[in-house]
C-alpha cells in the first residue's frame, strides 16, 4: 500500500506504508501540538489536537518527558529547550533567530560592542544569534554555543523568569565549580543574585565567567510578555568601571527590548 509524505513546501511524494513508522509520526504530531496558543496540556488536551487515543498520547507525552523533551507536573506538560537539540544545526534558520539577528546587528553597530541571544536549556544556555564587534572571551561564541547559566548575564535573566522554586532546582543541579575568583559558587548567593535580577528586570556579570569580560542583560518578551529569551551585550572591564556599563547601555538594550516586544507574537 502507498502512502503520500510531503517532503517539501511543494513536492508530495508516495513511499510504501511498511517504509514509515507510524509511532514516530505519532510523537511528532504530539511534539507539533504544542505552540505558543498552547504551551501547557494535558493528556486529554493533546489527544483532541492529534486525533490520537488517550493511551497513545499518554505513552508519547511519557516518553518525551522521560527523555528530557517535557516536563510533566502530573497534569500538565510543557515542552523543554532540549527539543531544540533536534535540529540544533538549523538554529539561525529559526524564526526567532531571523527576526532578532537585524536588531542584533543594529545594536552593536550603535553600541560599539558585540551583542547576543540566548535561551534556557536546562542548565546552560544557547546562544540563537550573534553580532560581534570584536572578540572578547577566549572562547569563540557562535549560535549553537553553550554556557552555564548560573553565572552568566543571559542565564540569570532566564532563570530570574522561571518560578523560584524551578530556578532553585537548576542551580543546585548545575556544576558550580569556580571559574574565575569572581564566580559566585554558593546556591543561596547565586539564587539570591537571580533574585536581585528578578526585581530590577536586567543582570550585570562582573567577569565571573572570564577575567576582563562584563556582560549586561536584559529579558527578552514576546507581545504577551512572556519571557522568551535574553539579549546582552559584552565589554571588555578595561574599557570603564562596572558601575557605569548599566547606566551606559541598559538603555540601548531596554529600546531593543521594546521593539522586539512589538514584533515577537
Given at each position: 500500500m502507498l502512502i503520500f509524505v510531503r517532503a517539501t513546501p511543494r513536492i508530495?511524494?508516495?513511499?510504501?506504508?511498511?517504509?514509515v513508522i507510524?509511532?514516530?509520526?505519532?510523537?511528532l504530531a504530539v511534539l507539533e501540538s504544542f505552540g505558543a496558543e498552547h504551551p501547557r496540556q494535558s493528556i486529554a488536551e493533546v489527544a483532541l489536537a492529534t486525533g490520537l487515543d488517550r493511551?497513545?498520547?499518554?505513552?508519547?507525552?511519557?516518553t518525551l518527558h522521560q527523555l528530557g523533551y517535557a516536563e510533566y507536573d502530573g497534569k500538565f506538560f510543557t515542552?523543554?529547550?532540549?527539543?531544540?537539540?533536534?535540529?540544533l544545526g538549523a538554529l539561525a534558520a529559526l524564526p526567532l533567530a531571523q527576526m532578532v539577528q537585524p536588531w542584533l546587528d543594529q545594536l552593536s553597530d550603535q553600541i560599539g560592542q558585540?551583542?547576543?541571544?540566548a535561551i534556557l536549556d536546562g542548565t546552560d544556555i544557547v546562544y540563537l544569534a550573534r553580532a560581534a564587534q570584536r572578540?572578547?572571551?577566549?572562547?569563540?561564541?557562535?549560535?549553537?554555543?553553550?554556557?552555564?547559566?548560573?553565572?552568566?548575564s543571559m542565564g540569570r535573566v532566564l532563570l530570574a523568569a522561571l518560578p523560584p522554586d524551578r530556578a532553585r532546582a537548576l542551580v543546585e543541579a548545575s556544576d558550580l565549580s569556580p571559574r574565575t575568583r569572581h564566580s559566585l559558587t554558593d546556591p543561596d548567593e547565586i539564587l539570591a543574585e537571580i533574585a536581585r535580577v528578578r526585581s530590577q528586570g536586567w543582570a550585570l556579570n562582573d567577569q565571573e565567567v572570564e577575567i576582563g569580560l562584563r556582560s549586561l542583560a536584559v529579558p527578552v518578551r514576546n507581545g504577551k510578555g512572556r519571557v522568551v529569551a535574553a539579549l546582552n551585550t559584552g565589554m571588555?572591564?578595561?574599557?570603564?568601571?562596572?558601575?557605569?556599563v548599566v547606566a551606559t547601555y541598559l538603555p540601548a538594550l531596554l529600546r531593543v527590548q521594546d521593539g522586539l516586544r512589538r514584533v515577537l507574537h
Open positions: 508530495v511524494r508516495m513511499v510504501n506504508r511498511t517504509d507510524a509511532s514516530l509520526g505519532k510523537g493511551a497513545t498520547a499518554r505513552r508519547c507525552l511519557l515542552l523543554t529547550p532540549r527539543v531544540l537539540r533536534l535540529g558585540s551583542c547576543s541571544v572578540r572578547v572571551m577566549s572562547v569563540g561564541l557562535m549560535p549553537g554555543s553553550r554556557l552555564p547559566a548560573h553565572c552568566t571588555a572591564a578595561l574599557q570603564q568601571e562596572a558601575a557605569t
